[in-house]
């Protein structure tokens, strides 16, 4: 293993909700080897309270986070980049992406879902687990030593588990 610490930008159009639990749970999951950022093409410009609501009941950390562009990690070399949305998977990404490790784990949104409170915590949880099992399957991976195409195509694979 290698001292090297991978820059991910987690990508969603709002980066409000699965782009922020990703990203705590690759923070916290990653222990360092990982530092994980959330980013929106089109941001809303608040944090689903639902998303905090999770992350809180997952004693994860709920401060500091913020709905903001993509551009503004223009200066921070990612390694690479995920999307998690639907909608973000055939956006086209800024060219400063460009040598970046790319995959998609697309997931449905919970800050969607009508219903009862129930239902709705119940939606959370859902995505959170599906999200809590994919990056633990990526920090199982060798990045360190992994061609990029592999990685690319392990990465990919990752975001099909449910």
């Known amino acids: 293993m290698s001292d090297k610490i991978y820059n991910v930008l987690v990508v969603c159009t709002g980066n409000s909700c699965r782009s922020v639990m990703t990203e705590a749970l690759m923070n916290h999951l990653g222990k360092g080897r990982i530092k994980a950022y959330s980013a929106g093409s089109h941001p809303i410009g608040k944090i689903n309270e639902g998303a905090l609501a999770t992350l809180k009941r997952h004693d994860l950390p709920t ?3 913020k709905s903001q562009s993509w551009e503004d990690f223009d200066e921070i070399p990612m390694d690479i980049v995920i999307t998690v949305c639907d909608n973000a998977a055939g956006e086209t990404c800024p060219v400063y992406l460009t040598d970046a490790v790319r995959a998609h784990w697309g997931v449905s949104d919970p800050g969607h879902v009508e219903g009862t409170e129930e239902q709705k915590i119940a939606a959370f949880e859902e995505t959170f687990g599906i999200l809590e099992k994919r990056v633990k399957k ?4 060798d990045l ?4 990029k195409q592999e990685l690319t195509d392990k990465l990919n694979e990752i975001g099909k588990i449910k």
């Open 63 to 65: 401060e500091g986070y």
């Open 144 to 147: 360190e030593h992994m061609p």
């Open 138 to 141: 990526m920090l199982e991976l």
